[in-house]
């Protein structure tokens, strides 16, 4: 690992770092010099991203977490203060899919599960990093969204609608801090081959995907203290 990564001593913060989209980012952010602290429930595969990161020379934190624990998000803030000082690099990845069921017929408690996991736990985190990213001299947050929250299709249920509610959320959000040095932006990443994508597609061949490593020079645009978009949604196809 080099010391001039385009992330050299940044602090990332990324939900949804156990597999997927969230492990590419954290180990590309890793790469160009950042310290990622890294967000899921699943401690193996939590531990796998830090092995990785380690070979590479790089460092991590790991906070296996599940974010529907409100409580445990609350709190997040004053250790990282304390370790810290500082947060600069915010990325809200973790979703969850739910189920592919026509509305009428959407379990209530699914239903809540997953406006707690895609909308209310990146809620709560925006409270808690907000005031961390403002300590930054260049605070950048990203929130991983979907296509599907602008152009809905039957079944897709609870997920569209919840993307869609972290799309106009992620807005409202950059109009806030539209006076700071903090940058918000949304990411529509497309067609990824991950296990929510084989989940929604289960007859589709992951090897005709993009990797999630192929998304990782724009999460990186967005992340990096020269980036000027605000407020805007990045699409990749
Ligand atoms: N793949 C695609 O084609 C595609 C397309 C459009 C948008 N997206 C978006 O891209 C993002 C990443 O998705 P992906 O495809 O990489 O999905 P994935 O492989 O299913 O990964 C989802 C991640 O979210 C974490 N997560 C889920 N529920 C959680 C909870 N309750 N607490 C903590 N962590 C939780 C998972 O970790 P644990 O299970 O270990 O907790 C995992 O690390 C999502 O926002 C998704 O909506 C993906």
Known sequence: MSDTGRLQDRVAL????????????????????????LVARTVGGLEEVDDHIKALGGSATLVPCDLTEFERLDNLGPPLLERFGRLDIFVGNAAVLGTMTPLAQYDAKAWHDVF????????????VVEPLLRRSDAGRAILVTSAVARRPKAYWGAYAITKSALETMAQVWAAELANTSVRVNLLSPGATRTQMRSAAFPGEDPQTLKTPDALTDTFLELASPDCTRHGELVELS
């Open 116 to 127: 707690d996991v895609n909308v209310h736990a990146n809620w709560r985190l925006m409270r």
């Open 14 to 37: 990324i939900t949804g770092a156990s597999r997927g989209i969230g492990a590419a980012v954290a180990k590309r952010f890793a790469a160009e010099g950042a310290h990622v602290v």
